[in-house]
Structures are given as C-alpha cells and as structure tokens.
C-alpha cells in the first residue's frame, strides 16, 4: 500500500509546465513545507516535500495556490532514478498528487486567529468558515 497524506504550506510558488508531446499535459511541481510533530529543542522543524501534479489538478494548483497557501495533498510516494549531465545516478523522491485540498480562503491565509471577521463577509471560528456572501465565483469547480 502506498497512500502519502500532507497538510502544510507551500514553500515557493507551483512551477507549470506543459509536456511537448501530441497532447500537451500540464505538469505542476510544487514543495510543501509540513511542520514535524515533535522538536527535542522546542523548535519548529519542517520537512519539504516535492509533490507533481498532472492534468487539470496541476492547472487548479498553479492558479489558485501561491508561496504560503495552506494545502492538503494525497498521493502515492515516487522514487525516481535518473543520471545528471556528468553521468551520475541520482535519484528523485516525490509526492504524485491524486487530491489536493483548499485549506484555508485567499482572505483567512492573511488574517491570524479565530473569530476574524475577514474581508470577504465570512466569520471564521476555530479553522471553520461561515460565508456571509454569495461570491462563489473564484472557486475553481
């Protein structure tokens, strides 16, 4: 069984690029930084996992995610091996995205706390949203 869950923050923008053959396939590279649960000093450690998306995932993940954003990713686990210029087997790890899920709003990611009243109408309380609008239309589905 392989199944990979992450919750975390985008470390650097997603990267999209576009495979050059018949039918061209979005390919989106992306690193979430995803806090450890435990320090032995009391500092916050992070571990940075490169994940790939295909597709339509990858277009949705490069235009509605930025450096930051709070993300959830499901995926299976990839090792890759590949020779470098000098001819050198090096070798890839990555998270091959099935899922990926909006954690937070573009409005909660700048607002710290619970209980804000954030820009666009909604109240947020211990990580949950109630919407007091109907602008639904940036959602991506």
Do not use: W
């Not at 919750?7 to 495979?19: C, K, S």
């Not at 994940?51 to 959830?72: D, M």
């Amino acid at each position: 069984m392989n199944i990979t869950i992450l919750m975390g923050r985008l470390a650097r923008n997603p990267e999209l690029r576009y495979t050059q053959s018949g039918e061209p396939m979005a390919v989106c590279r992306f690193t979430v930084a995803v806090n450890r649960s435990f320090a032995k000093d009391g500092d916050i450690k992070a571990d940075f996992i490169n994940c790939v998306a295909f597709g339509k995932k990858g277009e949705v993940v490069n235009q509605y995610f930025h450096k930051g954003s709070r993300i959830g990713v499901e995926g299976r686990l990839q090792v890759s091996q590949y020779k470098d210029k000098d001819g050198n087997n090096r070798y890839s790890t990555d998270v091959i995205v099935n899922e990926v899920e909006f954690i937070d709003t573009k409005a909660e990611s700048g607002a710290a706390g619970t209980g804000i009243n954030n820009q666009a109408g909604q109240t947020t309380t211990n990580g949950f949203s109630i919407s007091n609008a109907d602008d639904d239309e940036d959602l991506p589905f």
